[in-house]
C-alpha cells in the first residue's frame, strides 16, 4: 500500500508540475492537425525581420535544434521570456502573422509583447494557450493553417481555439546529460540535505511534499554539491525534484 501511495504521490507531481518550470526547456506541438504534426520552430538566423516558423516534425535535441526553446522566468511569478535553443534570442508578439525573434542578452526582457504565459486551454483541457498577459490585450500564440496565403507561419491570435493550442512536450532524453546514479543524496535527512555529484546540465531541485506542494526550490547551476537548509521540515516523507536542461527526475527522501 505504502508503494502504491507513494506511486500515485509521483505521478501527482509529474502531472501538475509538467507545464513549465523556470529554465526548463521544451517543443511547442500544436494541437491543430489538419496539416499534420506542426511544431513551434525557428530558422536561426534571427535578424530583426526574421520570424518563428512552424516545422513538420520535431528536430535532432542537438544544442541547435530549432524545435527547442527554453521558457525562463520573468517577473511575476508564471511569465516568461520563451528564448530559442542557442540561447541568443527570443519571441516577440509583434504582428498577427509574424512572431519576431529578438535579441536576448541572458537576463530577460520586460518588453510586454516579449512576456508570455502558459495556461491551459479553457476550451480543451490537457493542452495549452500561450500568450502575452501584459499587452494591453491577450496575444495567444497561433499556429496560422497552410494556405496560399499563409504558408504555415506563426503568429498571434486574439482568442482561444485549436490552432492556439500546444501540447508541451520536453526535448528527447540525451543519457549524456543524466546519471541518475552518479548523484548522492543524503537519507535519511536531519537539519540538511546534503546533495553531491551534481553536474552542470541540473539547473535547480525542489522540494514537495507528498500532496505535490513545492516547500522550497535551490538554484544549483554551476554547483557539484549543495547543502538545504531542512531544520522547518517536520518528520516525514518528501520527494526531491532534480530540473535539467532536457530531463528532471525525482528522489524520495525521509527527513527523522
Known amino acids: 500500500m505504502k508503494k502504491i501511495t507513494l506511486f500515485l504521490c509521483l505521478c501527482f507531481v509529474t502531472s501538475t508540475y509538467a507545464q513549465v518550470v523556470d529554465g526548463?526547456?521544451?517543443?511547442?506541438?500544436?494541437?491543430?492537425?489538419?496539416?499534420?504534426?506542426?511544431?513551434?520552430s525557428h530558422d536561426g538566423a534571427p535578424d530583426g525581420t526574421t520570424k518563428a516558423i512552424s516545422a513538420p516534425a520535431a528536430g535532432d535535441n542537438t544544442p541547435t535544434d530549432p524545435t527547442v526553446f527554453q521558457f525562463v522566468e520573468i517577473g511575476?511569478?508564471?511569465?516568461?521570456?520563451?528564448?530559442?535553443?542557442?540561447?541568443?534570442?527570443?519571441?516577440?508578439?509583434?504582428?498577427?502573422t509574424a512572431i519576431e525573434l529578438r535579441a536576448w542578452n541572458g537576463s530577460g526582457s520586460t518588453s510586454n509583447p516579449e512576456i508570455w504565459t502558459v495556461v491551459e486551454s479553457p476550451s480543451t483541457p490537457g493542452v495549452y494557450n500561450i500568450f502575452t498577459p501584459t499587452t494591453s490585450s491577450p496575444r495567444y500564440l497561433v499556429y496560422n493553417a497552410l494556405s496560399s496565403s499563409n504558408p504555415g507561419v506563426i503568429g498571434y491570435s486574439g482568442s482561444d481555439f485549436t490552432r492556439t493550442q500546444w501540447i508541451i512536450e520536453p526535448p528527447v532524453l540525451s543519457t549524456a546529460d543524466l546519471d541518475e546514479s552518479s548523484v548522492f543524496v543524503s537519507n535519511p535527512i536531519f537539519s540538511s540535505i546534503e546533495i553531491k555529484g551534481l553536474t552542470r546540465n541540473v539547473s535547480k531541485v525542489e522540494v514537495f511534499n507528498l500532496v505535490g506542494r513545492?516547500?522550497?526550490?535551490?538554484n544549483t547551476k554551476g554547483n557539484s554539491s549543495v547543502s538545504i537548509d531542512a531544520s522547518?521540515?517536520?518528520?516525514?516523507?518528501?520527494?526531491?525534484?532534480?530540473?535539467?536542461e532536457t530531463f528532471e527526475f525525482t528522489k524520495k527522501i525521509i527527513k527523522r
Open 214 to 218: 513545492s516547500l522550497f526550490v535551490e
Open 76 to 96: 511575476t511569478s508564471g511569465n516568461y521570456d520563451i528564448v530559442i535553443s542557442t540561447g541568443d534570442y527570443n519571441l516577440r508578439a509583434n504582428n498577427t
Open 232 to 244: 522547518a521540515l517536520s518528520s516525514g516523507i518528501y520527494l526531491l525534484k532534480f530540473y535539467g
Open 24 to 40: 526548463g526547456y521544451y517543443r511547442l506541438k500544436n494541437n491543430f492537425t489538419a496539416d499534420g504534426t506542426i511544431y513551434l
